[in-house]
């Protein structure tokens, strides 16, 4: 049975799901869906339209599906999704997109720490970390398994690459391959993300392979197309070099160097 305290205000239009735990002093605005077995522990504001699934933790004042911060943004009807079991801990901010008819969108089973800010129009996958003050401007993609430090920012229009990590205090203004470090203001690549990998299990033949793709990158005086076609011709194909190499071809902002 949902529950819902006293001081929680909620629009009648809202769609409430089963089970759901609405603390003190929450707001839920009109065209709000709240997905099944969500909590929201106290201080919680939820404006829409925003769809969000099941198991969501809210704690106090996050302020979710408020509209863009982009000066652009005029009042048109814009939205949020969000997925499941996602923990968003105190003053997280997640913002609808700007043009018409557009998502921001964050998938399932993400952590956000205490002051993360995900901008307007930006895709945030699965697994994802985001350390406290981790924060990502507009238009911004994090893909499955990132985690962004600390203190860190990301320009708008940035890429981050599933199972990359990027240190506390960074500054990205580029987009940073998948399965890499990103440290420093300016950022650089430091090397492969060797602890995440190994933690999420990949073997040891396949960090190989990324470890020699990351040398022909970053430390054999190749430019980026040299690389690419080195690690086109000398390693396996596997799905994480594919990947790499996908990802590093479709760039508009061109990666890190």
Known sequence: MTSIHPTAIVSPSANIGEDCDIGPYCIIEANVTLGRACRLISHVHISGPTEIGEENLFYPFCSIGHRSQDLKYKGEPTYLRIGSRNTFRESCT???????GLF??????????????????????NHVIFSNNGTIAGHVIVEDYAIIGGLSGVHQFCRIGQHAIIGGCTKIVQDVPPFFIADGNPAQIRGVNLVGLERAGFPDDKIRLLREAYRLLYRANLNVSQALERIRDELEQTPEISALL???????????R
């Open 94 to 100: 997640v913002n609808r997109a700007t043009s018409p």
């Open 246 to 256: 996908h990802f590093i071809e479709s760039s508009q902002r061109g990666i890190i």
């Open 104 to 125: 921001t969108i964050v998938g399932s089973d993400n952590n956000f720490l205490a002051y993360s800010h995900i901008a307007h129009d930006c895709i945030v996958g």
